[in-house]
Nanobody, 126 residues
Framework: QVQLVESGGGLVQPGGSLRLSCVVS????????IGWFRQAPGKEREGVSY????????YYSESVKGRFTISSDSAKNTVFLQMNGLKGDDSGVYYC???????????????????WGQGTQVTVSS
């Protein structure tokens, strides 16, 4: 069973930065694709970014491309989401999630993420 624990959320001013961490246990990162989703009040949960360490593939939603960077530390079995140039629309609860790695999926396929962390709150406000 995959377990995920997020941390690093908080309150930041527009234009600021935060780095989220997701510690993964139960499996090594190479077995998994690790994703970040977010959910704002009254909105559906949306995919933000994911990484497959087996082949180094990363993917970003259009709304965060160029501002967010996903990375991993295999020694710590941890995935990071560096968020720069934060905007009010980036506010929400950020969830770390996992699915089995599948090298043949389409890039924009956000389905089958079945293990979720508890979430960490990100608030962008002046």
């Amino acid at each position: 069973q995959v377990q995920l624990v997020e941390s690093g959320g908080g309150l930041v001013q527009p234009g600021g930065s935060l780095r989220l961490s997701c510690v993964v246990s139960g499996f090594t990162l190479d077995d998994l694709t690790i994703g970040w989703f977010r959910q704002a009040p009254g909105k559906e949960r949306e995919g933000v970014s994911y990484i497959s360490t087996m082949n180094g593939k990363t993917y970003y939603s259009e709304s965060v491309k160029g501002r967010f960077t996903i990375s991993s530390d295999s020694a710590k079995n941890t995935v990071f989401l560096q968020m720069n140039g934060l905007k009010g629309d980036d506010s929400g609860v950020y969830y770390c999630t996992a699915r089995w790695v599948d090298l043949y999926r389409s890039d924009d396929d956000w389905s089958d993420f079945g293990s979720w962390g508890q979430g960490t709150q990100v608030t962008v406000s002046s």
